[in-house]
């Protein structure tokens, strides 16, 4: 019972003691070691934050950079349009493999999306892909249908853009 009343006397006299500040109370109550690591997981926390604060400021940045090269693009396919064609102006003939390749390029530069991205997702190897886009490779069937779906469309829907293309570049 005089135990009992000790502690009671105790927890009394830590409940006058002055107001702490949040989160000192227990700091106090920690080793030195604890504390390290405490400040240790706070730093982490900081540069975590700063990480991703620089992080949102380049994607903003690569954003606006995006928006005004389309706005670009706009124009200058605006002034092109404007222009007639002159009876001078022959049309090039473009192989399929390159037809390919410029469909698929187009793709994957709409949809703002690296060499990598893609090829990682399809299973081929980016300087293949690379290759592919530049009309040097002919990929099988089974690769342009993974190359397809990693852009997001059918294999039968790259091969009517493809058909389109070729059909613009023959007019």
Do not use: C
Not at 9 to 27: N, Y
Not at 85 to 103: C, F, M, N, W, Y
Not at 138 to 147: K, M, P, R, T, Y
Request: aromatic share 2%.
């Amino acid at each position: 019972m005089e135990t009992m009343t000790r502690v009671n006397e105790q927890t009394k006299k830590l409940d006058v003691s002055a107001p702490v500040k949040p989160g000192m109370a227990r700091m106090n109550e920690l080793t030195p070691a604890q504390r390290r690591a405490v400040m240790f997981a706070q730093q982490q926390v900081l540069k975590a934050q700063a990480a991703r604060k620089a992080k949102d400021e380049r994607m903003a940045a690569r954003d606006r950079m995006w928006r005004e090269e389309d706005s670009a693009e706009r124009v200058v396919a605006v002034a092109s349009a404007a222009q007639s064609k002159t009876p001078q102006d022959e049309p090039h003939d473009v192989s399929l493999r390159e037809a390919i390749g410029h469909v698929l390029r187009d793709l994957r530069t709409r949809d703002r999306r690296t060499l990598r991205e893609v090829s990682e997702k399809a299973g081929v190897s980016l300087g293949y892909l690379s290759e592919v886009e530049r009309g040097q490779k002919e990929a099988s069937s089974e690769l342009l249908a993974s190359i397809a779906q990693a852009l997001g469309v059918s294999a039968a829907q790259m091969l009517r853009m493809v058909a389109d293309y070729l059909d613009e570049v023959h007019q």
